[in-house]
């Protein structure tokens, strides 16, 4: 330890004490009398000395300061060990200033430089906005458009560069001056709405759309746009946050659309997917139930309470509830566990017992238990075409996912035209299931596939929220089942198909979650597996398509061997069956190709498909072992080209998507024409397939129908997986994957690489990557929340999750799943910033109900705010902080002695 503190060596950075000290400008002592000073060994002697001695003069020292100001400084000085510390004089000398010195001025004549941030481009002139190429291309666009002011291509190509070369707001008024020219074009209305939902506040939104909405009531008035306007107009007012004005305006849009086709259901799934992400369930179930009891026969649906579980369910609550009180962790996070044991609990309203009480207790809680007069406005009879899209939809509503994740059949089923996507879909953690399920095509060291089962388990882990039906617990897996059941009871024919086929997806992509060397898991999956088989037994028919789904079943419960069986024998049965459309034989061919693994599985698989080509006959397992004859290929191409010419020759003359609701669920989940392009794709050599690749990129900039947008959307998904094969997959993905920016396999084989590789579109000059729609912005974003997850958060892995989704969020898509996402990386990184992501989620989506509880997890101090604002908006809260709290202690005073 030195004796002066202003030369002690410190290595502390924190430890920063900095002192000015004054100096005479002569001091009274000189350095000769300083000398005899020291010399002298008594007091008398030193008064001698001083009084004898006289001023001998000192020349100046080289050292001269040029100020009376020095500092002791125990950062900087890491001690001048050759100074004396005898008498206080000796110091060292400072030569040079440290820039963090404290009282340093700085030097008049530099100035402050800004940074490239700082400048807004709203304030630059014409000049220096754009540079010399983008001015040109700029005026050249303006021109072309004077031209041909109907050319809608080229008014999306402008609106597109205004977005990435400008903003969003001249984007946003490209597209108006669009709409103004091209009144009917979905496509324009579209890229406006989206633009819009990046640049105006909901309630200016809100505004605007009624303003259209008025404009388009006309006794002529078309009834896809009525619908389409009605239907986003219920989505705005819902990202508004006020229940009771959506239960309003989703009565008035009843009430004008009640003579439109198929309105009914889209309408009731707007309202309903609000009340999801609100947290009334249990109003939400009665209502499903009550419109199932109206427009379908008795059944299975819904199931009778269970007693017994009902009890035991309540007493587990109880017993978790009474854990987490007597845990002594903190308030906030008490209440955050007690709000999702609660939440995943009572999910249904109780049963009514006798005199109509429940037989719960519910008393204290009034949403517990809501009345059918509640929801009686949304109580309608549908029409006997629309009931398959009415139990599609309330299979949605029970979150189950649209599978396959491709943009046809989002088109095909949503007639709101969102440019974006579906909201409703990107808000819960169950989308992540279509992720998980179109990341099994992908080659096995894609980072959207490298952690396997256990990673995308842990991934969802984190994002579903309660209720779910990943377990039985509480009752909610088996009310989904029963919905199924019905749902194949009250269709027929194709309609029953299809549904089949989508239960079958269903439970293949919860299969994949699943690791059969654990015990439990095995259990399960051998449940899945019993139950696909009874589905079958009852519903599949003579149809060999739903045997082919349950051919992919097989391989991720009981292995290839078993689904290369069952996948085989589904195929034969459709190449013996002359009533087989050709579209089926080959989505089993292609099944077939998939289930079977190794070079014999290639085998099989260009046997399977050449054979269901040309319709033929598959030969013995023995052979298909071996390569088929080039003979055999090149006649099942020339068939595969000869009967896409005739596709794209219905195509060009104006063939459409079917009008009546049970035709569409039937055309977007099962087979079509487009198979045809993905047989080719599959048997077409690498030149070949660069030719195609170059037409789909040509054709996609057209405006398409939906059949046409579906037939170049399979033939861009069959192109990238061929180029799989030949480790390629990532160059054609990323040709492809801006042109169907709603298709989850195209989105995923972009993800997990360079920025520069990946398939979304180029950045702007201020705002990164474009994200267009919810599917492209959460593909992006699920390989580093994949290997987040499986490494439990590492800082590394949670800092770079973090990078990921600020990237995704800068266009507004990815919904309320990517703030979810974004909130737990940031509250998991190495410097947490949970704060910021959860304004932004809270602000952007008001109604999410898991936004706020997810908060109070993470911001512990804003727990009693963001419990208070659950009540203030109408959303759904189980349990009140104030109930939670410990009971206050005792008075510890005395009583007054009397």
Same mark, same amino acid.
């Given at each position: 330890?030195?004796?002066?503190?202003?030369?002690?060596?410190?290595?502390?950075?924190?430890?920063?004490?900095?002192?000015?000290?004054?100096?005479?400008?002569?001091?009274?002592?000189?350095?000769?009398?300083?000398?005899?000073?020291?010399?002298?060994?008594?007091?008398?002697?030193?008064?001698?000395?001083?009084?004898?001695?006289?001023?001998?003069?000192?020349?100046?020292?080289?050292?001269?300061?040029?100020?009376?100001?020095?500092?002791?400084?125990?950062?900087?000085?890491?001690?001048?060990?050759?100074?004396?510390?005898?008498?206080?004089?000796?110091?060292?000398?400072?030569?040079?200033?440290?820039?963090?010195?404290?009282?340093?001025?700085?030097?008049?004549?530099?100035?402050?430089?800004?940074?490239?941030?700082?400048?807004?481009?709203?304030?630059?002139?014409?000049?220096?906005?754009?540079?010399?190429?983008?001015?040109?291309?700029?005026?050249?666009?303006?021109?072309?458009?004077?031209?041909?002011?109907?050319?809608?291509?080229?008014?999306?190509?402008?609106?597109?560069?205004?977005?990435?070369c400008r903003d969003a707001e001249a984007a946003m008024v490209a597209a108006e001056s669009a709409r103004e020219r091209l009144p009917n074009s979905s496509r324009i209305r579209g890229a406006l709405y989206r633009l819009?939902?990046?640049?105006?506040?909901?309630?200016?939104?809100?505004?605007?759309?009624?303003?259209?909405?008025?404009?388009?009531?006309?006794?002529?008035?078309?009834?896809?746009?009525?619908?389409?306007?009605?239907?986003?107009?219920?989505?705005t007012v819902a990202q508004c946050g006020d229940g009771t004005e959506l239960e309003e305006t989703a009565a008035a849009a009843l009430g004008a659309t009640r003579a439109f086709p198929s309105a009914y259901p889209h309408i009731l799934y707007v309202y309903g997917g609000y009340l999801r992400s609100a947290g009334l369930w249990e109003r939400l179930v009665l209502l499903l139930e009550l419109v199932a009891s109206m427009n379908f026969p008795p059944g299975v649906f819904p199931p009778a309470p269970d007693a017994e579980r009902l009890e035991r369910v309540e007493q587990e609550l109880q017993d978790t509830e009474d854990k987490a009180i007597a845990s002594g962790l903190p308030l906030s996070t008490v209440w955050v566990r007690v709000e999702r044991a609660r939440a995943a609990a009572h999910w249904r309203a109780p049963p009514?017992?006798?005199?109509?009480?429940?037989?719960?207790?519910?008393?204290?809680?009034?949403?517990? #238990?809501?009345? +059918? *007069?509640? %929801? !009686?406005? @949304?109580?309608?009879?549908? =029409?006997?075409?629309?009931?398959?899209? /009415? $139990? &599609?939809?309330?299979?949605?509503?029970?979150?189950?996912?649209?599978?396959?994740?491709?943009?046809?059949?989002?088109?095909?089923?949503?007639?709101?035209?969102?440019?974006?996507?579906?909201?409703?879909?990107?808000?819960?953690?169950?989308?992540?299931?279509?992720?998980?399920?179109?990341?099994?095509?992908?080659?096995?060291?894609?980072?959207?596939?490298?952690?396997?089962?256990?990673?995308?388990?842990?991934?969802?882990?984190?994002?579903?929220?309660?209720?779910?039906?990943?377990?039985?617990?509480?009752?909610?897996?088996?009310?989904?089942?029963?919905?199924?059941?019905?749902?194949?009871?009250? #269709?027929?024919? +194709? *309609?029953? %198909? !299809?549904? @089949?086929?989508?239960?079958? =997806?269903?439970?293949?992509?919860?299969? /994949? $979650? &699943?690791?059969?060397?654990?015990?439990?898991?095995?259990?399960?999956?051998?449940?899945?597996?019993?139950?696909?088989?009874?589905?079958?037994?009852?519903?599949?028919?003579?149809?060999?398509?739903?045997?082919?789904?349950?051919?992919?079943?097989?391989?991720?419960?009981?292995?290839?061997?078993?689904?290369?069986?069952?996948?085989?024998?589904?195929?034969?049965?459709?190449?013996?069956?002359?009533?087989?459309?050709?579209?089926?034989?080959?989505?089993?061919?292609?099944?077939?190709?998939?289930?079977?693994?190794?070079?014999?599985?290639?085998?099989?698989?260009?046997?399977?498909?050449?054979?269901?080509?040309?319709?033929?006959?598959?030969?013995?397992?023995?052979?298909?072992?071996?390569?088929?004859?080039?003979?055999?290929?090149?006649?099942?191409?020339?068939?595969?080209?000869?009967?896409?010419?005739?596709?794209?020759?219905?195509?060009?003359?104006?063939?459409e998507c079917p009008l009546q609701a049970d035709a569409r669920l039937v055309w977007a989940l099962l087979p079509s024409g487009a198979e045809w392009g993905a047989a080719r794709a599959a048997l077409a050599p690498a030149p070949r397939r660069a030719q195609l690749v170059r037409r789909v990129c040509r054709a996609a900039e057209a405006p398409m129908s939906i059949p046409a947008a579906r037939y170049h959307e399979q033939g861009a998904c069959a192109l990238a997986a061929a180029a799989a094969r030949e480790h390629g997959a990532v160059h054609t993905a990323r040709a492809l994957a801006p042109l169907f920016a709603h298709n989850a396999y195209l989105a995923l084989a972009c993800s997990g690489t360079s920025l520069w590789w990946s398939g979304v579109r180029p950045a702007n000059p201020t705002g990164g990557p474009v994200f267009s729609t919810h599917v492209c912005a959460l593909s992006h974003i699920y390989p580093a929340l994949l290997r987040a997850a499986a490494s439990n958060w590492q800082p590394q892995d949670a800092a770079r999750a973090v990078a990921a989704c600020g990237r995704a969020a800068r266009s507004g898509a990815g919904g309320p799943l990517l703030h979810v996402a974004r909130l737990e990386a940031e509250a998991r990184a190495p410097r947490p910033r949970p704060a910021p992501a959860l304004l932004t989620a809270v602000d952007d989506y008001p109604h999410h109900k898991w936004s706020y509880v997810r908060g109070a997890a993470w911001c512990g101090a804003e727990g009693g705010a963001l419990a208070d604002a659950l009540l203030e908006r109408a959303l759904r809260l189980h349990a009140l902080r104030d109930e939670l709290a410990p009971p206050p202690a005792p008075p510890t005073d005395t009583p007054l002695q009397q």
């Open positions: 330890m030195s004796l002066f503190p202003a030369y002690a060596q410190d290595s502390s950075e924190n430890n920063v004490d900095q002192e000015v000290v004054c100096m005479p400008e002569s001091s009274s002592v000189t350095l000769a009398q300083e000398a005899q000073l020291l010399e002298s060994e008594s007091d008398e002697e030193r008064q001698t000395a001083a009084s004898a001695v006289s001023p001998v003069p000192v020349e100046p020292s080289s050292c001269q300061l040029n100020t009376d100001e020095y500092y002791l400084d125990r950062k900087f000085d890491c001690g001048n060990l050759r100074v004396s510390t005898l008498y206080y004089p000796g110091r060292p000398q400072y030569e040079t200033q440290k820039r963090a010195a404290v009282g340093l001025r700085k030097s008049e004549g530099r100035g402050v430089k800004r940074r490239y941030f700082e400048v807004s481009l709203d304030v630059l002139p014409d000049s220096l906005m754009f540079d010399e190429e983008l001015a040109v291309r700029n005026k050249a666009y303006r021109q072309m458009l004077t031209d041909q002011p109907t050319d809608e291509a080229l008014w999306l190509r402008f609106i597109e560069f205004q977005e990435r819009r939902s990046r640049v105006l506040v909901p309630r200016r939104r809100l505004a605007l759309l009624r303003e259209d909405l008025a404009k388009c009531s006309k006794p002529d008035q078309n009834t896809e746009l009525t619908t389409e306007l009605w239907l986003r107009l219920l989505d009514l017992g006798e005199g109509g009480a429940a037989a719960l207790d519910a008393g204290a809680d009034p949403q517990r #238990t809501p009345l +059918a *007069a509640d %929801v !009686a406005e @949304l109580l309608l009879p549908a =029409r006997a075409d629309d009931a398959p899209l /009415l $139990l &599609l939809q309330a299979l949605r509503l029970a979150k189950v996912p649209l599978l396959p994740a491709a943009g046809y059949v989002a088109a095909a089923l949503d007639p709101s035209n969102d440019a974006m996507g579906d909201s409703r879909w990107a808000a819960c953690g169950e989308a992540l299931l279509s992720l998980v399920r179109a990341a099994r095509r992908l080659p096995a060291a894609h980072p959207a596939r490298a952690h396997g089962a256990a990673g995308a388990r842990a991934l969802l882990a984190h994002f579903v929220d309660p209720p779910h039906y990943f377990t039985d617990d509480t009752g909610y897996l088996t009310w989904v089942s029963s919905l199924w059941e019905a749902g194949c009871s009250w #269709t027929s024919g +194709a *309609a029953r %198909v !299809a549904i @089949l086929c989508w239960r079958l =997806r269903w439970m293949h992509s919860l299969l /994949l $979650l &699943l690791d059969t060397q654990e015990e439990a898991d095995a259990k399960e999956a051998r449940r899945i597996r019993s139950e696909a088989r009874l589905a079958l037994k009852r519903w599949a028919g003579s149809s060999p398509l739903p045997f082919a789904q349950f051919a992919r079943l097989e391989q991720a419960a009981a292995g290839p061997e078993h689904a290369r069986r069952a996948g085989l024998q589904a195929l034969r049965a459709a190449l013996r069956d002359r009533d087989t459309p050709p579209a089926h034989r080959l989505y089993i061919a292609r099944v077939v190709g998939e289930v079977c693994s190794g070079a014999a599985g290639d085998c099989a698989g260009a046997w399977a498909t050449a054979c269901s080509a040309l319709h033929r006959d598959l030969p013995d397992d023995e052979q298909l072992a071996t390569p088929p004859p080039q003979e055999l290929l090149d006649a099942a191409l020339s068939q595969c080209e000869t009967e896409c010419e005739q596709v794209e020759a219905q195509l060009e003359s104006g063939e």
